[in-house]
């Protein structure tokens, strides 16, 4: 479990972003510091007031997690990012969509500009950024365009040269007038190449200039003129920050290090969507000590990859691994477009990759009793269950469960554990269809059937195509099932097991008198098994989470069937024509006393339509669905 002191002792005196999670492990609020350690620490001091707002917030706060940045403007950046995805409730949200400001530089005109922007497109320019201070970005590009003469107009050049007068700028000096043709493409571009270079990253000889400028006109007492210098040093410092948190390539990426010791690893992933950070997970391993970085690598990509639905445009990788081509190829498939692996050897994707390994490495040294103890409440208590029933090593588990009301809606659930966690991704819901009344074992049947006799046709089918079998949404069969019940739920399964000739261990989750989880049961025999034990405690959660699911479907299903139409009953009225009943007629009771012709001038309705409705009306009265209750149905039919 999460113990907050505890944690608290281990927060890094580094910059970065901190993301507090209530109960529910949803993220309730972000923020950004300079010393991750000092800032985080104050929420949970007793002499500390922030507000009754943040007072709220501390008292719902169960974990916190934290990415350590470089600086505090990337810890600036991140946060934006964050809270803009997330939206956590104690963040203040901004109503409009203002970002922050970039430098847009118009790389597909002939005669390019430099322009300040709050978006980024996919055009043919450059962007340079995010800044903080649109004040700063606004004078820097008003200074680059001074020093190296770049045209501010936004006339569509080489095709209005010579249309009109040259502007102010060309008077002054401040531009080079190729509106009248009297500079050439190539020296253009050659006075825009410096420009660039000073927007990828060359400022000091601009700072150099303008500080000795502002020290000769300090010398020579003209202090206003030293003080516009002073500004525009102080702006292009500003502009000068480097930050790696968002790109302006809007690629989607994900970026994947570790770190490792004798016997651990963890392994970092940085999701980067449209070009920007958006969030990150970390994942712990046990790394033999004859295992290299770039193995570990290689088997945490191909593991992780196959169980994700969504696969990036580029993977960076920290260590080039093995299977790089194949791998690429693997995913490019999954993903229906090319799918890059790249290892960054320098520049800014260097840094963040080394970025991410520095967040690994942090995790690693400071979460190693945490990582004992998750380990023993997730691994360790599938280790646990496999040993009580004598089956070795469990990986994978799927529970089974059935809901129904008087066998109304029976629905049937399927909830997946691996390494101890939920894995929601492989869930599944099963409608009953051949089962008509409270009939469990004979639902239960038809949901294994359904389940199996699926991941088996699927299997087949992705072998005859020649693809890997982690395509497939139900080929992963599981190390043992557990029925959320005892001797007749576990023969059910075994039964349909054999019928399809599957060898895999059935044990049923047996409950006491007061409804709670009681033991196992497993060869014909109800397992002893520690009630304080974190084996025991994984059981409950797999119960409770298989009865949950079962019964948040059903109440869907059911909540369905309640909304329901009386002029569903009607032959040859689908929703369309409903609502287009609805919308003329405006309640039951309208439509109830129209005739054919009214009905028929209806839209969507014809002569064949309007002498059904009218007719239901007059055989039944209105009322063989609703049981007389229309004015309930009205209310629906009107939404």
């Not at 002191?5 to 950004?32: F, N, R, S, T």
């Not at 934006?80 to 969509?97: A, S």
């Not at 500003?238 to 948190?245: D, M, R, S, T």
Request: with cysteine; aromatic share 8%.
């Amino acid at each position: 479990m999460f113990d907050i002191e505890q944690e608290l002792k281990k927060l890094p005196d580094k910059p970065g972003v901190y993301i507090m999670h209530d109960a529910a492990d949803e993220i309730i609020y972000v923020g950004k510091a300079v010393n991750l350690k000092n800032r985080v620490r104050q929420y949970f001091r007793p002499s500390h007031d922030e507000g009754p707002k943040k007072a709220k917030m501390v008292t719902q706060i169960r974990r916190f997690e934290y990415i350590i940045t470089d600086s505090e403007l990337e810890a600036l950046v991140l946060e934006c990012n964050l809270i803009k995805e997330h939206r956590p409730k104690y963040n203040t949200m901004l109503r409009d969509d203002k970002t922050y400001p970039y430098i847009k530089v118009t790389l597909g005109e002939d005669f390019p500009r430099v322009l300040f922007s709050r978006l980024i497109r996919k055009d043919k320019s450059k962007y340079f950024g995010p800044y903080t201070s649109a004040g700063a970005v606004k004078d820097t590009i008003e200074l680059i365009q001074k020093m190296y003469q770049i045209r501010t107009c936004s006339r569509n050049l080489p095709k209005d040269t010579g249309k009109e007068r040259p502007c102010l700028n060309y008077h002054i000096k401040q531009c080079d007038a190729p509106c009248q043709g009297y500079i050439s493409k190539e020296d253009y571009q050659k006075s825009f190449g410096q420009a660039l270079d000073f927007l990828g990253g060359h400022y000091e000889p601009l700072l150099r200039s303008l500080k000795e400028k502002m020290e000769q006109a300090s010398e020579q007492m003209e202090f206003e003129k030293a003080i516009e210098y002073r500004e525009l040093l102080n702006s292009v410092k500003q502009v000068a920050q480097k930050q790696k948190i968002t790109s302006s390539s809007m690629e989607d990426r994900d970026i994947v290090a570790l770190a490792r010791d004798e016997r651990d690893a963890v392994v970092q992933v940085f999701f980067i969507r449209e070009g920007k950070l958006i969030g990150r997970d970390h994942f712990h391993l046990s790394a033999g000590a004859a295992e290299s970085e770039e193995e570990i690598l290689d088997g945490f990509v191909k593991q992780f990859y196959a169980g994700t639905p969504f696969i990036p445009r580029e993977l960076w990788l920290q260590y080039p691994i093995t299977d790089s081509e194949v791998i690429s190829q693997w995913l490019t498939a999954k993903r229906g477009q090319k799918v890059r692996l790249v290892v960054p050897q320098k520049g800014e994707k260097e840094r963040l990759v080394e970025l991410a390994a520095r967040n690994a490495a942090l995790v690693l040294s400071q979460d190693k009793e945490r990582i004992k103890k998750e380990e023993l409440r997730t691994i360790g208590a599938m280790n646990q269950i496999g040993a009580l029933i004598g089956i070795g090593a469990v990986r994978r588990v799927e529970a089974f469960d059935i809901s129904n009301t008087s066998g109304v809606e029976s629905v049937g659930s399927m909830v997946v554990y691996e390494d101890g966690k939920p894995k929601r991704s492989d869930y599944r819901k099963f409608k009953i269809r051949t089962v008509q009344g409270p009939n469990d074992y004979a639902s239960m049947e038809e949901v294994l059937t359904r389940r199996f006799s699926h991941g088996m046709e699927e299997a087949k089918n992705l072998r005859a195509e020649g693809k890997e079998l982690s395509f497939g949404s139900f080929t992963r069969f599981p190390d043992l099932i557990m029925m959320d019940g005892g001797r007749g739920q576990v023969n059910i399964a075994l039964g349909v097991l054999e019928q399809m000739g599957l060898s895999i261990p059935v044990c049923g989750m047996v409950k006491d008198d007061f409804h709670r989880t009681r033991g196992l049961y497993f060869n014909n025999k109800e397992v002893p098994i520690d009630r304080h034990s974190e084996g025991f405690r994984l059981i409950t959660r797999i119960q409770d989470e298989a009865h949950r699911f079962a019964i948040e479907d059903h109440r869907s299903l059911r909540g369905k069937g309640q909304v329901r139409s009386v002029l569903d009953e009607i032959p040859g009225i689908g929703p369309a024509r409903r609502k287009a009943l609805m919308r003329q007629f405006k309640d039951i009771e309208a439509i109830r006393n129209a005739n054919i012709q009214e009905l028929a001038q209806t839209p969507q309705m014809n002569q064949k339509a309007a002498e059904a409705v009218y007719h239901f009306f007059r055989k039944t009265g209105g009322h063989s669905f609703c049981g007389g209750m229309c004015a309930d149905v009205k209310t629906h039919d009107n939404q």
